[in-house]
């Protein structure tokens, strides 16, 4: 028996014209793959599911356990606009849950590892919503096709004049509004070539497979253009980089249940719990949020990235901001913005290490701390150990070890993905480590 999603995109790819299908879906470390079918193939694969080699995939499986397989999820089919040719032929796109050949969902798929704490969340009446606000650099490319390395700083909403990247920008908006996903904002960011695109607020499985698709939008069209798109954390010393402030908030019986007009801030006690939950967590899950080498050259005092364990409404340097919203949307629009996640990660697991956090503060009542609204970089340790603030993991092997030391990204990702996550980031670790920098050179080749 067919059910009525997988008749509505056998319906879809009819009508829009399909010839191939991509079949989507990330490893553990948030790249993008994908298995491209004949629209022929597609009745199959939405009934059967189209087998992979998981050993081919980093974190997935060793090469004697590699067979699994793919099941498109019906609700993500969308048309690829920068692949939509009528004469050759349309191809469209499916996101992908990964399951094992005894039909069970494999437990390392990270869209599947958010799908379990959701369903944590939701046996407990919540719904998790989410907003992410990806950063981005685009370089231009010269005629050889290497990549133009510069940049400096501006400042927020600089782009005065209609050029290229604003250009860019505006088609990828496009491209997303054609694939279902709205956007909220685009703007300039600080440095020189850094742009911001934000996700619509929605439930967190959908925002987490937005954000995937954003991301693949701006590369491919940026590639259109010349142009070169990364999501690197820091690419130069001395200027912003690029974050993805994390916007949040539980629902309950259709009701954001953060929101209390008799509080201060206009919080709820759940959400102060939520908040408590993720502060006392942050350092074990921060190597999730801000997940290779460059992430912590981004998370340094005075560029408006994060680094003290803290919360506030209006300030810029506090981990965790509760923003004002408009006069009448408070039920709707009260919410808390981390910010020290970065867009080099994977929002699957992002998403879902900060929803455990939060709720083990739900579940053990947490009391959260005072807010701080003064500038924490200009804190010395004896302040910060008078408000109780911790800072973060200043490296990725420091990340590493509170990782190890911690529960909340072990009960998240369970025993397999976390050794194998572990082992990962200690490879990556120990490349950099031995790895001879150009600053190396440039500090000691001469003077020694």
């Known amino acids: 028996?067919?059910?009525?999603?997988?008749?509505?995109?056998?319906?879809?790819?009819?009508?829009?014209?399909?010839?191939?299908?991509?079949?989507?879906?990330?490893?553990?470390?948030?790249?993008?793959?994908?298995?491209?079918?004949?629209?022929?193939?597609?009745?199959?694969?939405?009934?059967r599911g189209v087998w992979i080699d998981g050993s081919s995939i980093e974190g997935f499986a060793r090469i004697h356990e590699s067979d699994m397989y793919l099941m498109p999820d019906p609700d993500t089919y969308a048309l690829l606009p920068w692949r939509n040719n009528i004469q050759t032929g349309r191809v469209a796109r499916l996101i992908c849950d990964i399951y094992k050949p005894n039909h069970e969902p494999f437990e390392g798929d990270p869209r599947n590892i958010l799908k379990r704490v959701l369903l944590e969340a939701k046996s407990m009446g919540y719904e998790y919503f989410t907003g992410p606000e990806c950063e981005f650099?685009?370089?231009?490319?010269?005629?050889?096709?290497?990549?133009?390395?510069?940049?400096?700083?501006?400042?927020?909403y600089f782009n005065l004049i209609m050029d290229e990247a604003y250009a860019i920008k505006r088609e990828i908006m496009e491209a997303l509004f054609q694939m279902g996903i709205k956007s909220e904002t685009c703007t300039h960011e600080v440095a020189e070539g850094q742009h911001e695109i934000d996700i619509r607020y929605d439930k967190a499985l959908k925002t987490a497979d937005n954000t995937i698709s954003l991301k693949m939008a701006t590369k491919f069209i940026a590639f259109q253009h010349n142009y070169h798109a990364t999501f690197m954390p820091k690419p130069f010393f001395g200027i912003n980089g690029s974050g993805m402030h994390i916007h949040q908030s539980l629902w309950k019986n259709g009701e954001n249940i953060f929101y209390d007009k008799n509080d201060k801030y206009g919080l709820s006690k759940t959400a102060y719990q939520f908040l408590s939950g993720e502060l006392k967590h942050i350092r074990e899950i921060v190597g999730v949020l801000a997940p290779n080498v460059n992430s912590y050259k981004r998370l340094t005092p005075g560029y408006e990235a994060p680094v003290y364990t803290c919360w506030a409404r209006i300030n810029r340097s506090a981990l965790i901001r509760v923003p004002k919203v408009s006069k009448g949307y408070e039920d709707k629009a009260t919410r808390m913005e981390i910010r020290c996640p970065d867009p080099s990660g994977n929002p699957y697991l992002s998403f879902a290490v900060l929803l455990k956090a939060g709720m083990e503060g739900v579940k053990k009542s947490m009391k959260a701390p005072d807010p701080v609204e003064e500038n924490l970089f200009e804190f010395n340790d004896e302040k910060l150990a008078e408000h109780y603030i911790n800072k973060l993991p200043a490296s990725l092997k420091e990340a590493i070890e509170e990782i190890k030391k911690g529960t909340i990204v072990k009960k998240t990702f369970g025993e397999y993905t976390w050794k194998r996550y572990i082992e990962a980031k200690e490879e990556e670790w120990d490349k950099f480590r031995i790895w001879v920098t150009d600053w190396e050179r440039e500090k000691y080749l001469e003077m020694t």
């Open 137 to 156: 650099f685009l370089f231009k490319k010269d005629e050889e096709g290497r990549i133009q390395r510069k940049s400096k700083g501006n400042g927020y």
């Open 1 to 47: 028996m067919i059910s009525d999603s997988i008749k509505e995109v056998l319906s879809k790819v009819k009508s829009d014209k399909v010839t191939f299908v991509d079949l989507q879906f990330t490893d553990f470390l948030g790249n993008i793959k994908s298995s491209t079918i004949p629209v022929y193939n597609l009745e199959d694969a939405l009934i």
